[in-house]
């Protein structure tokens, strides 16, 4: 038999008494497995119970939020957080799909972080529908045909994802949850190595992102601003001295080799993805709720648009604004801040904004990420 | 506060009594989720200890295959065999991480099948790193920049996978493991609805896998097979009278609408990765082996070449001839047979085989998708 020893399994050297104890630990965990399916069972007959008692949708972004932050706080270890908590995740996920598989729209095809984003947030078990266009996701959720929608907000390179905004200022949709993806970076180049790379093109943030690998590895190279990273795989693409920073898909888009991967400073560099339903969620402890306003055009305007915010001591997270479509206003905002909508200060604080506002729309209170 | 109505959210509609059979249930769910965090902490500790015990790759498909078998066989409901299974890859896959996290290379970009498929296969601990051609695949596993590799090798429209074919010939490495993904089918039309649409294109083998689909609602509607799904799309983008059945990432490039979704027959339509490695896998009790061999060209040498295999009593799961192009022989033949190679009837008839063969090499044993 040709080759035969190239398949030997590895791991057959071990001496009858590191088999015993393989053997002796390998039984310890089928008890345990054992007894986790045994919970796990009670837990999802738990998860029937709740289903009975309660009308409406079972899934509750505050209860998971806070089951998610209990599993991490109580956690004794070895496995880190993370690790736990995407196996609750998963957990929670089947234990819901006993009635009936959630309905879950994303901005598809299948295979885009927007996938990865709602399996993030909802685990294996939901039907997850591809849309072709985010427009397309907003109507299943406003439709009824998808429970939950899926939808890109704002990039950490490329900035806020302007359509999202708009269909959140106009749709019948609440949003109930927020999930982050991590974001990568990578230098790639038609030259064999860095020493024959002559200029670095990427878009100004993501050279901002990548500072402390070039001072180490790049130090000298010229870095060149370009107006997005596919730009800059594109021109790197066209010329064999050069090099650009960007993601994995431009350097497969453009056939160019990845030189370093993953070279971003900030491990956290993420993508904001909003969950969008019919339905905002309760208060979880530890929430943001999101508005959009208007002020009208005047000096000192947007100013005074925010100060009951800064009066009642809430924290503004996020601030954008972004020219009205609809002709009624120069402006809108789109605002975050920490808390719930039915947290005093933050009920207070929307109070008098909407005394103030133009136009005043709370896009929905949710769970801050919990993984 | 415009549209806060909107945004209440539901469920606060319960009695003090539901109120508080719910809290109960819950309570109940915390205490289990204790208990199960608590077997989760001691199984990682199980799997620090067979670290210290063994040494070599930590990895053991077969014995994943087997707990996962055994989970389903042990699975009390009422969460599905499937739930139960997806859960604990993912408890197996943070067990492993503890030491180091794995590296799996896969065909990127990130967000294809490839990566679908070694998610499932290894749940999401593992450090998943996008290739950008089979070749590189097999290339990072070859180096041992990788542990593992998964590649596509065949697909249920489209047929083998030529070039994993080809490399698993000639590379050194051994197939260790198998992952089905389901494949869908859509109906795409510029056409509003189906009433409209005056031929259906795609491949013969989308046409067949639909058939009950296009009997109940396409009724009488021509069936138009071409080379491919793609190619089908491509005709139905041009011809707003015509329909094609094609995969969603077809729609999304051609900009078709899709009419219908999912209307494959068989809810088993899949497309096959293997996962390749420096070695292959110890018996699970439900294992396949692969391998590759050529006869001489003349009449009746396949035949024989095959003989062994029902001599004895070894079913024979894939048979798959392709143009050899070495030059040493015409063709070389793909097989995939029920058992491991350790398993007396498979090393018996692998015996035979080889001293019939012309050339002869043995791709790995390895469990049968046990998810």
């Known amino acids: 038999m040709a080759d035969s020893d190239n398949n030997a399994a590895s791991g057959a050297e071990l001496t009858p008494e590191q088999l015993e104890a393989l053997l002796a630990v390998r039984g310890e965990i089928d008890r345990l497995d054992g007894e986790i399916l045994q919970r796990l069972a009670e837990r999802a007959r738990c998860a029937q119970k709740v289903g009975e008692i309660k009308r409406g949708p079972l899934y509750r972004p505050e209860r998971e939020a806070q089951v998610l932050r209990a599993i991490a706080e109580r956690n004794p270890g070895p496995l880190s957080n993370e690790a736990v908590q995407r196996i609750f995740r998963e957990i929670m996920s089947w234990c819901l799909a006993l009635e009936r598989p959630m309905k879950v729209a994303y901005l598809g095809p299948q295979g885009t972080y927007s996938e990865s984003a709602a399996g993030k947030h909802f685990g294996g078990a939901p039907d997850l529908q591809p849309q072709q266009t985010i427009d397309d ?25 302007g359509r999202t905004l708009d269909l959140l200022l106009s749709a019948k949709v609440s949003v109930c949850g927020e999930v982050s993806l991590r974001v990568r970076h990578n230098l790639m180049s038609k030259a064999s190595d860095l020493s024959q790379v002559k200029r670095i093109y990427s878009h100004s943030q993501s050279l901002s992102q990548c500072n402390d690998w070039l001072a180490h590895h790049a130090y000298g190279i010229p870095r060149l601003p370009v107006s997005s990273n596919a730009e800059a795989a594109r021109m790197a693409a066209a010329d064999p001295e050069a090099a650009a920073i960007a993601g994995e898909k431009a350097a497969q888009h453009y056939g160019l080799p990845i030189l370093h991967a993953n070279i971003e400073d900030d491990s956290n560099n993420t993508t904001r993805f909003l969950v969008i339903a019919s339905h905002d969620a309760s208060p979880s402890g530890r929430d943001k709720t999101s508005i959009v306003c208007s002020a009208l055009n005047k000096p000192g305007a947007v100013h005074a648009l925010l100060q009951p915010f800064a009066d009642k001591g809430v924290s503004m997270t996020k601030f954008e604004s972004r020219p009205s479509r609809t002709g009624l206003w120069e402006y809108v905002f ?31 209170s949710y769970p801050i990420a919990a993984i």
């Open 137 to 161: 996701v907003f109507h299943a959720v406003e439709a009824g045909a998808a429970e939950y929608g899926v939808v890109p907000v704002e990039n950490s390179t490329e900035g806020a994802v």
């Open 334 to 364: 789109y605002v975050d801040v920490e808390g719930h909508r039915n947290d005093p200060a933050v009920t207070a604080a929307l109070k008098e904004l909407a005394e103030r506002a133009a136009f005043l729309k709370i896009l929905g």
